[in-house]
């Protein structure tokens, strides 16, 4: 800690405090040590050879020459790792005719046909980086090229160039949920019906810290060890174990700190199990680092959906029924939890509003692009987005305000705990509430004003909102293992895996209350496999409402552990006993032992584990309110103020938590008016740089208004609804309901897809212009 | 090609190297002087996670080559703050919750040093335009722009020497 910092104990530093980070010492001064800083001894450098072609078959030529230049320890192709196989998909769903779709695994390296831009053709091992790339460019490939499906809508055709010759339109998966037929029959006598058609753009995860993995074979333990950025080892190994034909015990999986996750990192990818089988070939450990532009064809994909959305209403403006048919792009396979990404917005589809029926069809097609997978939020944001953006043109159909629409439709305070279509079961919430509250802070009555400024410097200004809701933290567990050292700290061992979001300062809050203890005695610890034989890793924002509850659960079982300990050595009843400031003491006295003598004091270590399952997910929402200015001479887009008030259930610690909203509003903001993910009809990803791919900047944020207003879940022990992605899930449709907010008042116009880029918006605004004339 | 001699102060103390010429400045600090503390984020020059102090400028050391730094004193993550005590410019990272993995961090702060150095009262602005050549993908930015603002005040009212000049 940082040495002003007198220490702290108990609840000064427990739930709801705002503690400072205990991470932060180690990052401030450059101590923090990621996959790229692990050293090995003797280690040898790995690159990968990617195909430039989208669809082609190709024959791999000589490889002597690759194999006899200077360093090169090995040159792997597909026929090397015969009987090895690919990384499977883990989430095979059933579908509408009740079978489960086939899948097609992503191989460790290609055998004859490559099927995306940075499909893998070979893995080079040398002694330095250098070399093993002028190897891997010294491999003579043979591509004979075919046609691609790169358009996510247009793979679906019938002329379109197959994937896979054995999956007709490409399609991958076809599912529907919720109630068709009833929603069939609503639509059929719906005296309103409102259509929108969306596209949810390809996004590229761009964590700053690039994946990359040291792995190593030791011939005396007869095991793999992987280190590796993710986000839980346990999960890495068992998707991993199957290729390399290992069994679990025989893969240790080591997360050092990680330079963010965002849901890309989860999952297992082939260089993993290429480097481990390069490292017990040659007896050497391997190191694979992917740099910038790798990363952009390398690592699974985020969001990319084509959306059509209908909402019968009646005469008042009144939701009646919803359909929606998504069409979501899978990429060139199908990637660890890629189906489950559009199914698991069927969720929330409905969002806040009390819609008794609704169908949702999802196509998942093939394309011979970067297969996609779970991207903050995971299929809950595009949702959100789609339904959000619908209510606003439900609204501006029925000539009624956003926030009129809402309150029409909003699930009543009443009716909490609401069911529903899909079977989920909001436990509470406060919709119109949380949209009031966010109005008066952001000021939306004085908008006009506003726009009057804005107007002045020609500048068409908007206003929008989003009421969203979000689910998280799935029905689950995740164990907490407490043990008190000799020393008298405390050591915490979980299987959920910070990528930044702060979990060791938060999870040792909850020790530090139930223990008194100082946030210095006690030791946060994650990522191997061998410390913990089991953890369910980090996503679905399940850390905190989960292993929050465990820890706690954990500590108090720990306390009165210590207690029995001490009543034995002090004489007293447990009843008279109480931890105070990392001591036990009779109430009253100052008869007291350290937790140290405590320790000294038991035989065996005094362990507890703490777990809590939960048998329904929670469900964080709230409102956010956003403005933007679009310059009408250039088209340029920008944020300029932003309102968020937030029902996360609990807030265990509220800086953190803005930490968590604010980064997850700015990645929407990002997909909303920068990131774009270009493939031409080659197939080739002309954005494959931060030079082409514009993320956003300091100077493309405004100011957030951040608050919550909480309404404790009741699902969750501790009233915990979760909150690392619903940043990201309010964001995008505030942002776009907003941008087109200005350019309806200006130009009539109402549909607005991301990102708006300066030249689409300048487009759209001319086009307008034009049809006015 | 043949190894050239460098002579250069990092960290206020002297060091001597043969690197090839064509060694990237952030190879040379992370893998020869082994200071891991300087990230690579992208090696093209837009993401600033590898800032580094070249004689008091924030230089990206992904577009430098390390025999240009013959003679140069540089400042690294790793040369923040003194004896063992933190910087007021840490100081306020960490109070402000202006990072969250910390990949980004170490050319924040450099960003956030040279900024300070040169302007010790600065505004909001004029913060937002110093850091938006660091691309960070956790924080939102706003506590960055935060923690600046504060490290700016603890600088002024001298809480805590500034060691600008080693860092
Ligand atoms: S690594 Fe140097 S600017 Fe990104
Ligand atoms: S804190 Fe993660 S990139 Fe900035």
Redesign the pocket.
Known sequence: MNAHTPLQFGKKIGMGQAVTRTEDAQFITGAGRYTDDVKRDNALHAAVLRSPYAHAKFTIGDLDVARGMAGVHLVMTASDIEGHPGITCQAVQQQIDGTKHPVKDIPLLCADTVRHVGDAVAFVVAESIAQAQEAAEAIEVDYEMLDPAIDTEGALADDAPPVYEDRPNNIAFETEHGNSDKTAEIFANAPKVTELKLINNRLVCN???MRGCVAEWSDEEDRYTLTVGSQGVHGMRDAITPCLKVDKAQLRVITPDV??GFGTKVFAYREYPLALLAAKALGRPVKWRCDRSEHFVADAHGRDNVVTMRMAMDENGRFLALDVDLIAAMGAYLHQFAPYIPTLGTTIATGVYDIPACRFHIRGVYTHTTPTDAYRGAGRPEAIYALERLVDQCARDMSMKPDEIRRLNAIPDSAFPYKTVFGRTYDTGEVTAHMDQCMKVADWDGFDTRAEESRKSGKLRGIGMSTYIEACAFAGSEPAKLELKDDGTVQLLIGTQSN?QGHKTAYAQFVAEALDLDMGSIEVRQGDTDELESGGGTGGSRSIPLGGVSVQRGSQALAEMIKEAAAEKLEASVGDLELSEGSVRIVGTDRKLTFADVAAATSETLKATGEFKQAEATYPNGTHICEVEVDEATGETQVVKYTIVDDFGATVNPILLAGQVHGGVVQSIGQCIMEETVYDDDGQLISASFMDYRMPRAEDIPDFHFETRNVPSTTNALGIKGAGEAGTIGATPCVMNAIVDAVYRSHGIEHVDMPVTPQSMWQLMSQAAKKAA | MDKVAINLTVNGRNRQALVPPRMLLSDFIRHELELPGTHVGCEHGVCGSCNVLVDGKAVRSCLMFAVQTDGARIGTIEGMGADGSLHPIQEAFWEEHG???????PG?LVAATELLAEKPDPSEEEIREAISGN?????GYEF?IKAIRSAAQKLREGNGAAQTESA
């Open positions: 964590y700053m810290e330079g963010g930044g | 990072l969250q993995c910390g990949f980004c961090t924040m691309l960070c993908r956790c924080t960055i």
